[in-house]
Nanobody, 115 residues
Framework: QVQLVESGGGLVQAGGSLRLSCASS????????MGWYRQAPGKERELVAD???????NYADSVKGRFPISRDAAKNTVYLQMNSLKTEDPAVYYC?????????WGQGPQVTVSS
């Protein structure tokens, strides 16, 4: 079982930055692909970015160049640095760990952007 604890959400002005963190319990962090997803009201949950064990990254077109994802194996933590936030970025942001058919989700911090 993997538990994911997220932090770093909040309110920021458009153009500002926030960093989300997702700390994973257990000793298998280095085997999981880690990702960030978001869900805005009335919309489906969508992939924001993910990163494999080897460090290969994948981004949604809407955040490329703005939201770098990274992972720290020593801390069992994955980060999402959100820069140049836009008014279309507000959502609940969820951390996900996946390995084959196993999937674990965090609780989802809220990110709000004011204009």
């Amino acid at each position: 079982q993997v538990q994911l604890v997220e932090s770093g959400g909040g309110l920021v002005q458009a153009g500002g930055s926030l960093r989300l963190s997702c700390a994973s319990s257990g000793s298998l962090f280095n085997f999981y692909t880690m990702g960030w997803y978001r869900q805005a009201p009335g919309k489906e949950r969508e992939l924001v970015a993910d990163i494999t064990v080897s460090g290969t990254t994948n981004y949604a077109d809407s955040v490329k160049g703005r939201f770098p994802i990274s992972r720290d194996a020593a801390k069992n933590t994955v980060y999402l640095q959100m820069n140049s936030l836009k008014t279309e970025d507000p959502a609940v942001y969820y951390c996900k760990a996946s390995l084959h058919t196993r999937q674990y989700w965090g609780q989802g911090p809220q990110v709000t952007v004011s204009s």
